[in-house]
């Protein structure tokens, strides 16, 4: 599915929702108007910024919401107009869906080492994390038996990307070590948290064991959790 068959209806749900990504930066957009079946055409919210940094032709991850999905895609920047302060931009791949609420999330903190794997390491049952450093360590905003949102001050960059294992524990007992694909990277609105929303979809087929543990560690975490206010 490309933009330009979208509906008209829904085209306009998603003008004020953008965030445009490349290697290094993330940018926060508008759609403006939409050329043909391919190319559109965005504005930034920061004028300037798009000029300074982006390349001609530089790949871009490209993500807007309708309703309870999330939808992404990449796409080439084709042309920056100066004067309006808006790019226009090539669609190269289909448009992915992901509903946001297909797993009830609770608001769960604890630190969270993130290492980016090869794809082809994401059936490795593990008992230890790698040996190198996290490409992040932060502290998780929410977790469900699905994954984990963390929002972070810090840029996540790894040459393996959308490939994570991802540490955390969520008790002394309950520690856990589960491959995770990352499906969703923007910008966050609220930056006396956090700079950037990384949303975790976890990987089970090499550990499917792990999501039952998963479920009932939430569950007891939120219970004492309720029985200690």
């Not at 939409?34 to 530089?58: A, G, M, S, W």
């Not at 791949?93 to 903190?109: A, M």
């Not at 923007?186 to 039952?212: M, N």
């Not at 939430?218 to 309720?226: A, D, E, N, R």
């Amino acid at each position: 599915m490309t933009l330009g068959h979208i509906d008209r209806g829904t085209k306009m749900s998603i003008f004020e929702d953008v965030q445009l990504r490349t290697e290094n930066d993330g940018y926060e957009a508008v759609f403006r108007y939409i050329e043909n079946d391919t190319l559109f055409v965005v504005q930034c919210h920061r004028l300037y910024d798009i000029f300074d940094k982006l390349e001609p032709d530089e790949h871009l991850g490209i993500s807007f919401t309708v309703g309870a999905d999330i939808c992404t895609f990449t796409g080439r920047a084709v042309e920056k107009l100066r004067g309006a302060g808006m790019v226009m931009i090539e669609q190269l791949s289909g448009i992915k869906t992901l509903n946001r609420r297909q797993f009830v999330r609770d608001e769960l903190h604890c630190n969270v080492n993130v290492y980016g794997i090869p794809e082809s390491a994401l059936s490795e049952h593990r008992t230890s994390p790698p040996e190198n450093q996290p490409d992040l360590s932060d502290i998780t905003f929410d977790i469900s038996s699905g994954g984990l949102c963390v929002i972070s001050q810090h840029l996540l960059k790894s040459e393996h990307d959308p490939y994570y294992l991802l540490e955390f524990s969520l008790s002394e007992k309950d520690r856990f070590l589960l491959p995770a694909k990352l499906v969703r990277r923007s910008l966050y609105h609220r930056t006396s948290i956090g700079k950037y929303d990384y949303g975790f979809q976890f990987v089970f087929d090499a550990v499917p064991d792990e999501k039952g543990r998963l479920t009932t560690s939430i569950l007891t975490k939120k219970l004492s959790y309720q029985k200690s206010r």
